[in-house]
């Protein structure tokens, strides 16, 4: 055992027990930030806030929300909004931040797509971020699924449809995941099992994943600057500062990282408390009914783009379609062949590769939320054939842009 | 020392056969508690009467949780090897769920066709599919006929032969 000697302090009977020290410096105060970053790096920080706000206020809406299909749109719309004490606060919170948490989500992947972020060594960021997406797009879907509106069941019914696997026809499969033929009870509870246990403890587990992967290649910057991280953390130790390309996470860089916060929660309480409805689809408070389909059934709008990739094509393309949207993504750092690690702005044709991908996805995301009509399927089918054609072609750009520098 | 590795080679293997065992176990016991309930597998069977029926109306009954859609042809929609004869009249009897992804379509009595409005799928008055993205035509449930009424859950002769000529899934 280690020797201990009588402490002279609280903070000394701590480090002896538990190295508070050590471990302050290896995630804060010795955790080096480059100084060429802008405020699109705080979006990380911004999201961890945004977690940590769905997280309590989901505890506070879980004490009155009732798992039941005959008593679950109730305990939400009437108990939870207008006896339960500040309850529409919870509510709104929670509804608000489901939304805006995937906008930050964007803005953070193409951050990252933007200015190369995914390029060798840092591969694991970007996967163990994809992971993240992914898990926390089943954690939105199944917390859609608990308020059992219309647009819950109907959503429920048709991204349960999916798992036929069109042509395979595999209906069976369909009905275990749902535990009837239709949803209800038996697909409400493990729904809420999902949305409240199993997948909060995934994506609290892939979030200290994604942390640990930024450990050794350390944060991209600007512009794209291969930084020596050992020596300029020591010039900055011996008092060199100012020469030193890189600063401590806490508090140099926090204080950073706290105003861009600020105004983030400026707008996003604004929305609280003014423009909640943003987030809710007013189809939602109509009660869950299996025998009426609302007229146009449409997500909310963070999965419109992937939605309008599985809509306009007959079912078995759609949902290859739909899968290779799903999974693209994650091999971004294996498809950009170039060695290039730079702001797309200074790269050949990849700089319009970016804001081509960029406006095709805000087009899917339109075509998404219009009825499935005449011109509308025209232009979706042929919007999500060239979001295809663009993740196709992005090896063969890449492989002939020329290397930066005579790097 | 070589007989002892041996040894210890077959006790990691042994240890392994028997986690691998529990874990197999373990699924099937998990695959089971998400199985539908018996209760829900047992509430099989609807019985709707068909005399009240009126030519190009488009009735829907309930079977499993599912719309199920009863239409009485009226003598101007086409013959066609899908509907069921009853008496003297001609249905459709299907799942009224569309084809594509689950939503429900709805009836237009003037142009007798089916319209989804979701991805603008279109059936025509015998649930063949007129426009896609549906890949498949509604599908007929297990039906048996008795007299006037029929009964939805249970397959009958005319249900079989339907499904024997490859009309329904």
């Known amino acids: 055992m280690a020797h201990f000697t009588k402490a002279t302090s609280v903070h000394d009977w701590l480090n002896q027990r538990l190295a508070i020290d050590s471990v302050r410096k290896v995630l804060a105060t010795e955790y080096w930030i480059p ?51 500040y309850g ?66 109907w959503a429920g019914m048709v991204i349960t449809d999916i798992f036929s696997l069109g042509a395979l026809h595999l209906d069976g499969l369909v009905e275990w995941i749902r535990g009837n033929f239709v949803p209800g009870d038996a697909f409400l509870n493990r729904f809420f099992m999902l949305h409240v246990v199993l997948l909060p403890l995934a994506v609290m587990a892939l979030i200290v994943l994604h942390f640990a992967t930024l450990r050794i290649p350390h944060v991209n910057n600007q512009d794209g600057e291969e930084i020596d991280f050992k020596e300029e953390s020591q010039k900055y130790l011996s008092g060199n500062t100012k ?15 706290i105003v861009v916060l600020g105004f983030f929660l400026i707008f996003f309480f604004y929305l609280v408390f003014y423009h909640f409805e943003f987030a809710m689809d007013p189809v939602n408070f109509d009660p869950a009914d299996g025998l009426k389909t609302p007229t146009h059934i449409y997500p909310e709008w963070y999965f419109l783009w992937t939605y309008e990739i599985l809509r306009p094509f007959p079912k078995n393309p759609g949902l290859l379609a739909f899968g290779f949207a799903q999974v693209i993504f994650i091999f971004l750092p294996f498809l950009d062949r170039s060695p290039n690690v730079a702001p797309a702005n200074k790269r050949g044709a990849f700089k319009i590769w970016f804001w081509l991908l960029l406006l095709t996805m805000v087009t899917l995301t339109i075509f998404g939320k219009l009825p499935p009509e005449g011109v509308f399927t025209t232009y979706g089918t042929i919007t999500a054939s060239f979001f295809i054609l663009l993740w196709l072609s992005l090896p063969i750009i890449t492989k002939f842009e020329k290397p930066i520098g005579g790097k | 020392m070589a007989i002892k590795k041996e040894r210890r080679d077959f006790l990691g293997m042994a240890l392994g056969g028997f986690t691998a065992l529990g874990g197999i176990a373990a699924l099937g ?23 009240a029926a009126k030519p190009n109306v488009l009735n829907v009954e309930k ?13 101007d929609m086409k013959k066609d090897p899908r509907e069921v004869i009853v008496g003297d009249n001609r249905y459709l009897i299907c799942i009224g769920l569309c084809t594509h992804l689950g939503c429900i379509p709805s009836y237009f009595p003037k142009e007798h066709k089916f319209k989804c409005a979701c991805h603008g799928g279109q059936f025509d008055a015998s649930g063949r ?8 035509p509604l599908v007929i449930p297990p039906f048996k006929i008795e007299g006037e009424k029929v009964v939805i859950g249970e397959a009958g002769e005319e249900y079989k032969k339907l499904k024997a000529d490859g009309l329904t899934v």
């Open chain 1, 35 to 85: 100084k060429n970053i802008n405020f699109l790096w705080a979006m990380g920080m911004i999201l961890a806030v945004t977690f940590g706000l769905l997280l309590i206020s989901g505890i506070f809406l879980l004490m009155y929300y009732k798992p039941d299909t005959k008593l679950a749109f109730d305990s939400v719309n009437y108990t939870i909004m207008s006896q339960v004490g």
């Open chain 1, 88 to 153: 529409w606060l919870w509510r709104h919170i929670h509804a608000v931040a489901a939304s805006v948490v995937f906008l930050i989500i964007y803005i953070h992947m193409f951050t990252g797509i933007y200015y190369g972020s995914y390029k060798k060594g840092r591969e694991m960021i970007w996967i163990s971020g994809m992971l993240l997406f992914v898990t926390f797009s089943g954690e939105a879907f199944s917390g859609y699924m608990l308020p059992w509106g219309q647009m819950s069941y």
């Open chain 1, 243 to 257: 020469n030193s390309k890189v600063i401590r996470f806490q508090f140099d860089f926090l204080s950073k990282d």
């Open chain 2, 29 to 51: 016991a998990a695959k089971r508690t998400w199985d539908p309930l018996p209760s829900v597998m047992a509430a099989g069977y609807s019985t709707i009467d068909l005399s």
């Open chain 2, 63 to 75: 079977w499993r949780g599912k719309p199920i859609f009863i239409l009485k042809k009226s003598p």
């Open chain 2, 129 to 136: 599919v007129l426009k896609s993205p549906p890949p498949i």
